[in-house]
């Protein structure tokens, strides 16, 4: 399957053999990995997270999504490393002090590993912007609860659209003023407004024929049949499988508190034994899922169009001789 990733301000076509997948397969693989990110503190962890998504996003948009993901980065950081420790004392060795009251490293550790979760959680959600297309909410939500599959959707296709309606007005605009016309600070201002008041009404209307055209059509109505392209395969079943042991062990792990860490007021790993070291080692395979199937459809697929290039030039050998 191509999927159709932004690069800059350009769509590409790049082959992903884990978003040709079922998309449970793809949905229950991402709701592991960011719910297992979300609800452990562990720095390990928190670091395969951060470094499979990173790797997983680069691999989808490219060197956009490390540029993308960069200032966000950096205001993440900002606040939980270097301003939250400002209000919060709760360390027992501090640095400095501040009004009287000290800055712990204690806190501003917490703050570091509370932004490497974050900014973990946020890498992860882009990758499944990209993976989870409008088309596969629809799948996954469409049947039994239409109007949730419909927000996801909406809201997954949003902001691009947005973008790309306001570019096509704003170079619209531009064409009729004129590109040599530089206007001051006001000016601009004022064309902005209007330029924003187009897309609205723009985005308004095409609300309504949305909604117009999937009432005329029976969306959410009882017994509506829908078509889908999409196969429940043998490989899927054994990636749902290989990703629920993946899952649990590492969710036993850390319900267990083998995994636990402690920040305040003092830095304290709990004794790590057999199961907190297989958890380490299944998350980390459980996060590289997506890679290596990317790596290895990639093998596939170019050995494929190798092969299909070879009997065209033999067919085309064979007819000119």
């Not at 009004?99 to 882009?126: K, T």
């Not at 902001?159 to 619209?172: C, D, G, N, T, W």
């Not at 070291?277 to 998350?283: H, K, Q, R």
Request: glycine share 8%.
């Amino acid at each position: 399957m191509d999927i159709r990733v932004p690069v800059g301000r350009q769509l590409t076509k790049q082959y992903s053999g884990f978003a040709s997948m079922h998309p449970w397969t793809n949905f229950i693989f991402l709701a592991a990995v960011i719910v297992i990110t979300m609800f452990t503190m562990n720095p390990v962890i928190l670091g395969i997270s951060f470094a499979a998504s990173l790797v997983y996003g680069i691999r989808l948009n490219g060197i956009s999504f490390l540029k993308r993901n960069i200032i966000i980065a950096v205001w993440v950081i900002v606040f939980s490393v270097l301003i939250q420790p400002l209000f919060t004392h709760s360390g027992s060795t501090p640095l400095f002090y501040l009004n009287d009251n000290p800055v712990s490293l204690e806190n501003m550790i917490y703050g570091a590993v509370i932004s490497l979760m974050l900014l973990s959680v946020i890498q992860w959600c882009g990758c499944a912007a990209c993976i989870l297309s409008s088309e596969k909410m629809m799948f996954l939500f469409g049947s039994f609860i239409p109007s949730v599959g419909m927000i996801f959707s909406m809201i997954l296709r949003l902001i691009p659209l947005m973008r790309r309606r306001f570019r096509q007005i704003h170079e619209a605009q531009e064409g009729l003023r004129g590109s040599g016309n530089h206007n001051g600070f006001i000016e601009k201002i004022r064309h902005f407004i209007k330029e924003f008041s187009v897309l609205i009404t723009w985005s308004l209307e095409s609300s309504m024929e949305t909604s117009m055209s999937m009432e005329s059509r029976g969306y959410g109505l009882k017994g509506r049949t829908s078509f889908s392209r999409f196969r429940f395969t043998r490989r899927d079943t054994t990636a749902i499988i290989v990703i629920i042991l993946l899952s649990a062990c590492t969710a036993s792990a850390v319900a267990m508190g083998t995994l636990t860490v402690y920040y305040l007021p003092m830095v304290y790993f709990t004794q790590i034994n057999t199961r907190g070291v297989v958890g380490i080692i299944t998350f980390a395979v459980l996060v590289m899922i997506p890679v290596v199937t990317d790596i290895y459809g990639s093998l596939v697929y170019n050995r494929r169009c190798a092969w299909k290039d070879d009997r065209m030039e033999d067919t085309q050998g064979g007819i000119v001789g």
